[in-house]
């Protein structure tokens, strides 16, 4: 069974940095696309980032430039480094592990999606 733990949110003021982790545990052969969204109070979930298992990212442009996604494949972990951060950069943070292949008694199994557990982040201005 896999599962993601998130760690990192906390309270910041604006300007302040955070940096988001978030780890699968389990049988995990591979990882297709990992990313990062938010939802604020009302609002409906949105991409933040993401980054594919070549390397390639994504990002939406409110946080271009103040935000960087990185992985480690070998640890099943994505990060999220939030530089320069605004009041409006407040909400909750999932991480989503796209298209999981597990490796388990010698076969592989296409598992799908998973999300964290979510991490609150607020931004004091």
């Known amino acids: 069974q896999v599962q993601l733990v998130e760690s990192g949110g906390g309270l910041v003021q604006a300007g302040g940095s955070l940096r988001l982790s978030c780890a699968a545990s389990?049988?995990?052969?591979?990882?297709?696309?990992m990313g990062w969204y938010r939802q604020a109070p009302g609002k409906q979930r949105e991409l933040v980032a993401s980054?594919?298992?070549?390397?390639?990212?994504n990002y939406r442009d409110s946080v271009k430039g103040r935000f960087t996604i990185s992985r480690d494949n070998a640890k099943n972990t994505v990060y999220l480094q939030m530089n320069s951060l605004k009041p409006e950069d407040t909400a909750v943070y999932y991480c989503n592990f796209h298209d999981v292949t597990s490796y388990r008694s010698g076969y592989y199994y296409r598992e799908g999606d998973y999300w964290g557990q979510g991490t609150q982040v607020t931004v004091s201005s």
């Open positions: 980054i594919t298992s070549g390397g390639s990212t």
């Open positions: 389990g049988s995990i052969f591979s990882i297709n696309a």
